[in-house]
């Protein structure tokens, strides 16, 4: 039976800190090897520091922790690495990670824009991370000049005490004297790195002033010489020299963009194969000088592209003007590539204001804007909506001067089908209550927070006075202490009234609106705005991805609750001459075809092209046809009295034309004509057609517990 003293014993257990030893234990949970230098530079020179990383696996294992990784095996991987033949990446195996994914990464980048540190935080923040070996210090971990995400890597190794281990130490984050080595050592890298970009700053701006080359993009129709050869290998590159077989490329790129008033998208389409060559084994090391670096590569070069034309446009490198930061433009820096007039008139053009825009400005978003993306590309492109036309279109092929629009369709479309699902699957009638009691508690506390408020105010104030009638005392020491509680009450002062104040007074018509608005979405939706609808879509929806083909759409919703539903929309194809314009591969089939083919071959190798606009473009592209092939050598079928009876009453009643021609063998041309001549009337055709779409169940959905008490399931 337990005694008085054994549960004060078990409580002062249990109440009693882990000593340092307990913190800094090894192995704890997870370890991950930080591998990171600044450059590519730095990853190939410094040999030592990158096997260096290699050497940790050793000590991991020294620690305790049980891993098939070795030395030999990572340092042959980050030989490869070095050399080119293997990118950055990580090495995986029982408790141990290598993550090199950091080699040539600037410790200065934020977390987004380094991977290395983003795999790090994530396992941070699941609290599976029990150690960091670094080959240095904390610094290895982050160099960020505003502190930020320095502050961030301590503050969640602090909270799951993940330990930091160098091959001299380990420093746990809750011991005070370890927290502050850390954070000493995170702060000297952010300095550090502060003296070094002003000093390289300055050595930059003394060689740019000389007009020479200090690192950024090389125009295209420029290399620049390698004046020197350092002993470390480096190159110290000099003035920008003209390259003739990429300056040429540079003067037919301006004409035709001068020659197309200015438009990129009319000089793309007549550069059609133009291209800059590769650059020769002689100038190799300009393949990542260049600006070219970034453009897309074809088998005779590197493609022109929207960014080289505005490049070309609005640089005034390429007439010899060198421009760096801040200082004094150098004229007749180096010679020029393109004549100067010609420079002038692209540039006129380039930097001409915009027109203004138009209705959009003056009109809602759509109801489903920013929520759409186009997966029929490698990567999703986000749909833009243009609501003074009342559609959503794709149009990246368009922009990159690629080809016609991908997706052009009404809003209509997209609108109905997802809303009513979405509408259909939502039902926040049993949470109104909740809502509007969670409000009323929400107020409460406001007030009792205000009150709370003012009353430590008004205690703080009292202690101000008292402290201040002990002013004067003859003991310095004394009047020191006071003077120093005298600022801690000013400061938590100011403090308690910097917080915010809740200046809007919630009256019962604020509870009455929430409710209508609850229980009457669905009833009500649509006399809702736009925008409101927009917003609220957005607070309930990830987004929305669409595969499309002509007239089939299938739309996938990705809720923000992590549940898909996938919706198939039949809709009527669009008019619009972006998206209903010829590919290259139709052309081709059509110019084969059109001499010498039968009509009848012809619209079967073009399922999705009418006749009329086979003809338009056949005559457009080629010309005539062969008689033979017209079957203007054939004669006209007479019209029987009973044939035309039976057409004149199926025209009239409505019948599609193409049922007409299929089951009579008359042309649509034959019986627009007829018609004519007769008088027949044919009925005016709806403005517009129903849409159709269907809903598919996912089997990954669960039914249950998606959106609260009020989510009733996919139906």
Not at 635 to 656: A, D, F, M, N, V
Request: aromatic residues 6%; proline residues 6%.
């Amino acid at each position: 039976m337990l005694t008085v003293r054994d549960i004060i014993n078990s409580k002062r257990r249990r109440a009693q800190k882990p000593d340092e030893q307990e913190l800094r234990k090894l192995p704890d949970r997870r370890a991950v090897i930080q591998g990171r230098l600044s450059g590519f530079a730095q990853v190939k020179e410094s040999r030592e520091s990158v096997l260096e990383i290699a050497g940790l696996v050793d000590v991991a294992r020294e620690d305790g922790y049980q891993t098939s990784l070795d030395r030999a095996t990572i340092e042959r991987w980050l030989e490869d690495i070095q050399k080119g033949a293997s990118p950055p990446g990580t090495r995986e195996d029982g408790r141990v990670t290598v993550n090199c994914l950091g080699l040539g990464v600037s410790g200065a980048l934020p977390e987004d824009k380094r991977p290395d540190l983003k795999l790090t935080m994530e396992l941070l923040k699941k609290g599976e991370l029990g150690a960091i070996y670094v080959t240095e210090g904390a610094n290895r971990l982050s160099r960020d000049p505003d502190r930020v995400v320095s502050a961030t890597v301590l503050k969640l190794m602090k909270e799951t005490n993940c330990k930091l281990r160098t091959p001299r130490e380990v420093l746990s984050p809750c011991i005070e004297r370890d927290w502050e080595i850390i954070h000493d050592e995170l702060e000297r890298g952010a300095d550090e790195l502060k003296t070094m970009n002003t000093r390289l700053y300055r050595r930059r701006a003394r060689k740019a002033g000389r007009g020479e080359f200090v690192g950024e993009p090389v125009m295209p129709g420029f290399i620049v010489p390698v004046v020197e050869e350092e002993p470390n290998g480096r190159l110290r590159f000099g003035k920008l020299q003209p390259y003739p077989p990429h300056a040429g490329v540079d003067v037919r790129i301006l004409e035709e963009f001068v020659k197309q008033g200015g438009s990129w998208r009319r000089a793309l389409k007549a550069l059609e194969g133009v291209v800059f060559p590769f650059f020769p084994d002689e100038y190799k090391y300009m393949e990542r000088l260049s600006s070219l670096r970034s453009a897309p590569r074809t088998e005779k070069g590197y493609a022109v592209t929207k960014s080289i034309i505005h490049n070309l446009a609005t640089n005034p490198k390429s007439i010899g003007i060198w421009h760096w930061g801040d200082m004094e433009p150098i004229l007749n820096n180096h010679p020029a590539i393109v004549p100067e007039k010609l420079f002038l008139e692209a540039y006129s053009l380039a930097s001409a204001r915009a027109k203004p825009r138009g209705r959009g400005i003056r009109n809602e978003p759509l109801e489903w804007a920013g929520l759409l993306y186009c997966c029929n590309h490698d990567i999703p492109e986000r749909i833009s909506g243009h609501p003074s036309k009342g559609a959503y279109r794709c149009q990246l092929d368009y922009t990159q001067g690629r080809g016609p629009s991908c997706l052009d369709v009404s809003a209509r479309y997209i609108d109905r089908p997802l809303t009513a699902t979405v509408l259909k699957s939502l039902d926040f009638t049993p949470l109104a209550e909740e809502v509007l009691m969670k409000l009323e508690a929400d107020v409460s506390r406001s007030g009792l927070e205000a009150a709370q408020r003012e009353k430590e105010k008004a205690a703080l104030k009292r202690r101000l006075e008292r402290i201040k009638q002990y002013l004067g005392d003859e003991n310095p020491e004394r009047e020191e202490f006071y003077w120093e509680q005298i600022g801690k009450i000013k400061k938590q002062t100011i403090e308690l009234e910097s917080l915010p104040v809740d200046s809007q007074k919630i009256t019962p018509a604020h509870y009455a609106m929430v409710r209508e608005f609850l229980s009457g979405l669905p009833k009500n939706w649509g006399n809702y705005s736009r925008t409101n609808r927009n917003r609220l879509l957005r607070l309930v929806i990830e987004r929305v991805d669409l595969r499309h083909r002509k007239a089939a759409i299938e739309a996938t919703l990705r809720w923000k609750t992590g549940q898909s539903q996938t919706i198939t929309i039949t809709r009527v194809m669009a008019k619009s001459k972006k998206e209903c314009a010829w590919s290259i591969e139709e052309l081709d089939t059509l110019k084969r075809m059109w001499p010498k083919s039968s009509k009848e071959s012809i619209v079967l190798a073009l399922p999705d092209r009418s006749w009329k606009s086979i003809t338009h473009q056949g005559y457009k592209h080629v010309g005539k046809r062969s008689a033979d092939a017209s079957g203007r050598n054939r004669g006209r079928r007479p019209w029987g009295s009973g044939e035309e009876k039976e057409i004149q009453r199926l025209y009239e009643g409505g019948t599609p034309l193409s049922d007409i021609e299929s089951q009579f063998g008359r042309s649509r041309t034959a019986v627009y004509n007829v018609a004519a001549k007769r008088g027949w009337e044919r009925p005016i055709p709806a403005p517009t057609r129903s849409v159709c779409w269907s809903l598919e169940q996912n089997p990954e959905v669960s039914n249950e517990g998606c959106l609260g008490r009020g989510y009733r399931g996919w139906g």
